[in-house]
């Protein structure tokens, strides 16, 4: 047996707007060597390998290309191949009436189960020896709510108390934050400045220093140190002035009430 064979220009096959379906259906009505190819739809299905309605499609998607023409004489249709060339067939070459599929081509019923299209012609294609993956639907996860952020437990406070916070001596454990910042403002209500209670910070820390006591248990509790008992002020050079001239004069009061008791 002969090998198949069907002329068409070379300009064909860098043309991609044909699917490979479309150009096997040109190849078989190539391979008759008149222009008009006075064929029906089942003599070019034989050359091809396609059903019949397929070879329909074909040939108008052919038609919409430019590459065949419809014409009719005597009631008779036909394909007339528009591809700039007469085909001719050299002599002593036989024509086979039907070209074999190509091999790794699997040919079944259905047209989109049976091509190995061009990737723009939106054909599934099918390939022997080949394990197709059935694409997966991937259940749509609905996105989780952000959460709502955490409520923060840091207070507002002033600009003076975070600079007492930050010189203040730190001890073993947790301090409790709120509870010396309300101290503090009850200590600004009587009349105490920011001033007094920060520079006590600062006389305190050097002493925990010197004693070895910072960062221990030892260290007084900031609510404490601001608290009733003032001991802010301990070592406040005014502060002990004035306390001793206080005591002096209350010295000098008590010892005259008892000298006009006698």
Known sequence: MSTPFAYFPIT?????????????????????SSEEVWATREQISERCGYKE???TDCIAQLVTLGYV????????????????????????IQVPEQLPTPPGIQVGDHPE??????????????????????????P????????KPKPSNRIETSPEFEEFWTVYPKRLGSPNRLRAYQVWCQRLVEGYTPEQMIEGAKRYHALCLADGSLGTK???????????????????????????????LFDKFAAQLTNNTH
């Open 113 to 138: 189960s049976r091509c190995l299209d061009h990737p723009d012609s939106g054909c599934t294609p099918t390939v022997q020896g080949i394990n197709q993956v059935e694409p997966k639907n991937t």
């Open 218 to 248: 030892y260290v007084k509790q900031a609510a404490t140190f601001l608290g009733p008992d003032l001991h802010f002020l301990e070592g406040d050079i005014e502060v002990e002035a004035q306390r001793d001239v206080a005591l002096t």
């Open 53 to 55: 309605n397929v070879i």
């Open 12 to 32: 064909v096959n860098t043309d991609h707007r044909l699917s490979l379906r479309q150009y096997r259906v040109l190849i078989a009505l190539c391979s008759w």
């Open 140 to 147: 749509v996860v609905p996105k989780k709510p952000k959460p």
């Open 69 to 92: 023409e419809r014409v009719q004489k005597d009631g008779r249709r036909a394909y007339r191949k528009t591809l700039g060339i007469q085909v001719e067939v050299p002599p002593g």
